[in-house]
């Protein structure tokens, strides 16, 4: 797996992530879900570095100029409900990009620390010889996303693979790179060290998904 991490290098992403982390300025779910998406945003540009691309030509007013433009037929996946705000993020810079949706849980069939994923929802175009960008924010124990995509690929193998995450943890990441294909890139924009007993990110942020739409029952 080839591993992006993008705030090994200091920019403006630093303050959105501040931001999201910030116990009193994640109270406000608006600003939380913006800043999730403006960190899709620079996800995008960065992955657009890696994209193929080929020559167009443009009429303007004044003539005519070629323009290197990306030919990639992108998949944007988000695992519901988190991902949904960087989701729209991403969608902002692939604005052609297809759209599919999955569902992903975790069951304390104990009511303990011990958990299992659960798909139950799946809606996507084709994804066969596509590039799939599988966008999850909080990449943690990596299991939901390792349920996610041996439910996908049921359905078409894609060109390239894309993992987008925005916090993850070095076990969460170290699992996946045991499950996804050697040539699949995970762009992340930080990277937190360690997970507590019940599985979460230390210091990540909490949940983001109560954090962006309210508590769930």
Not at 177 to 201: Q, R, V
Request: proline share 5%; aromatic share 8%.
């Amino acid at each position: 797996m080839i591993v992006h991490h993008i705030s090994e290098k200091n920019s403006i992403l630093n303050k959105f992530i501040a931001e999201i982390r910030d116990v009193n300025i994640q109270k406000d779910s608006l600003r939380f879900r913006r800043n999730i998406e403006r960190i899709g945003e620079i996800l995008s540009y960065e992955i657009s570095k890696e994209l193929s691309y080929s020559v167009k030509n443009i009429t303007t007013p004044l003539g005519n100029k070629s323009i290197d433009l990306p030919k990639n037929e992108i998949v944007l996946c988000s695992i519901l409900r988190a991902g949904l705000p960087l989701h729209q993020g991403l969608l902002n810079y692939f604005d052609n990009a297809e759209n599919a949706f999955i569902s992903a849980y975790r069951h304390h069939p104990k009511n303990n620390e011990e958990f299992e994923i659960v798909v139950e929802y799946f809606a996507s175009p084709s994804i066969e010889n596509k590039t799939l960008l599988l966008a999850d924010p909080m990449l943690a124990t990596g299991q939901s996303l390792v349920a996610v995509y041996e439910a996908i690929k049921k359905y078409g193998t894609p060109k390239e693979l894309h993992i987008v995450a925005v916090i993850g943890a070095k076990e969460g990441i170290e699992f996946i790179k045991n499950h996804f294909p050697k040539d699949t890139h995970l762009w992340i924009a930080t990277i937190d060290d360690t997970l507590n007993e019940y599985g979460y990110i230390v210091p990540g942020l909490g949940d983001a998904g109560d954090l962006a739409f309210g508590p769930k029952l």
